[in-house]
């Protein structure tokens, strides 16, 4: 099964893996049906969730009926419990849209939400981070997961970031992070697709972050946190949510 999807992901092109999704999706969930694991996104539960991954293939890690990674079941439960993007008027700018979030943030009333790709077939807006259509200080809240290790200029990107973040609002900039790495990895001579997924966890990744990232989006003018969320959780429920123990989630401030 890892093998298979370790294939297939590799094979099918991105924009046509997302439209597939969409078919497949309720008949996986459907035969997959349990209690063992649970979904906080949509609180359904599974006898076990799908493997996922380019490089290294993850076991148990892809919810079947949102589609949700660890990531995004880790930030849903960021927001809803730790800020007001649920439960306040809020304009929300929203990176390369993740099935896991896209209809659920666009049917909330309390949101203005606008999503923003240069590749995606689900985006608002066709744009290049680097170089955003969007006035400054707009948005209460930026989401841009796991977008920055794909752009050669992340400087240039973090910057168009803090620019259309109003002060005050807040950013979530979750990116592939590895906490006992100190220093980011890039290496633009490693050409070859099977290398580049083994090394950097998918073959159109430029680098891997380091605990440096912290600093440089720092740098940039954000206040930064990065707060280790799997700590609210016990054990019991890291593993009924498959969650990854010790992600960190980069909450990034704009100062007022």
């Not at 035969?31 to 799908?50: E, M, Q, V």
């Not at 490089?55 to 148990?60: L, P, Q, T």
């Not at 077939?121 to 170089?131: L, Q």
């Not at 950097?200 to 969320?229: N, P, S, T």
């Amino acid at each position: 099964m890892q093998q298979f999807f370790k294939f297939f992901l590799n094979l099918v092109p991105r924009p046509l893996l997302i439209r597939l999704s969409y078919a497949i999706r309720p008949f996986v969930a459907f035969f997959l049906r349990g209690n063992r694991y649970t979904d906080p996104i949509d609180g359904k539960s599974y006898r076990k969730f799908l493997p996922y991954g380019y490089g290294n293939v993850r076991d148990n890690v892809l919810a079947p009926g949102t589609l949700s990674l660890e990531r995004h079941r880790l930030c849903w439960l960021y927001l809803s419990r730790e800020t007001t993007f649920f439960s306040e008027n809020n304009t929300v700018l929203h990176f390369a849209p993740e099935q896991a979030f896209y209809h659920r943030f666009r049917k909330l009333e309390n949101l203005d939400y606008t999503t923003t790709d240069l590749n995606s077939p689900i985006a608002d807006v066709k744009a290049d981070i680097c170089d955003l259509p969007f006035d400054s200080n707009t948005y209460d809240f930026v989401i841009c997961n796991h977008v920055l290790e794909h752009i050669p200029n992340d400087t240039q990107a973090m910057e168009e970031l803090f620019r259309v973040l109003k002060p005050g609002g807040t950013a979530i900039l979750q990116v592939p992070l590895e906490n006992e790495r100190e220093t980011t990895f890039e290496d633009n001579s490693i050409t070859d697709r099977a290398e580049r997924a083994r090394i950097f966890g998918q073959y159109d990744h430029v680098r891997i972050y380091g605990m440096d990232y912290f600093a440089k989006l720092a740098a940039i003018g954000f206040k930064v946190e990065a707060v280790d969320y799997t700590r609210q959780f016990s054990e019991e429920m890291i593993a009924k949510y498959r969650l990854a123990k010790g992600e960190l989630v980069p909450v990034c401030k704009k100062p007022l």
